[in-house]
């Protein structure tokens, strides 16, 4: 007999809740300025999720909440883009 996880377990990061003293990003509506590529991304199990999008040489967190509608963060050089990214999985970001 085989035996199944209920509900299947995620295969994408959860986000960490957020910290008391997390940085609040700042966040726009989407620029629709061409295709930007994912390059990493969070579990959409829960109301909202993320993903780390970049485009024109530049990177920036976009969030999608469940209603669809989308946010945009300020965009970085990877180096801080990626820092960003860890910090919001580890609730130091929202």
Do not use: N
Not at 29 to 50: I, N
Not at 51 to 65: K, M
Not at 69 to 86: G, N, T
């Amino acid at each position: 007999m085989v035996s199944w996880d209920y509900p299947p377990r995620c295969l994408s990061p959860h986000v960490l809740p957020a910290r008391s003293h997390c940085e609040e990003l700042t966040w726009h509506p989407p620029r629709g300025d061409g295709q930007a590529r994912v390059v990493r991304w969070t579990c959409d199990c829960g109301a909202l999720f993320y993903e780390l999008c970049q485009a024109g040489g530049l990177r920036f967190i976009r969030r999608t909440r469940r209603d669809h509608s989308i946010d945009e963060s300020d965009r970085w050089q990877a180096r801080e883009a990626d820092a960003m990214w860890i910090a919001l999985l580890h609730g130091l970001a929202r």
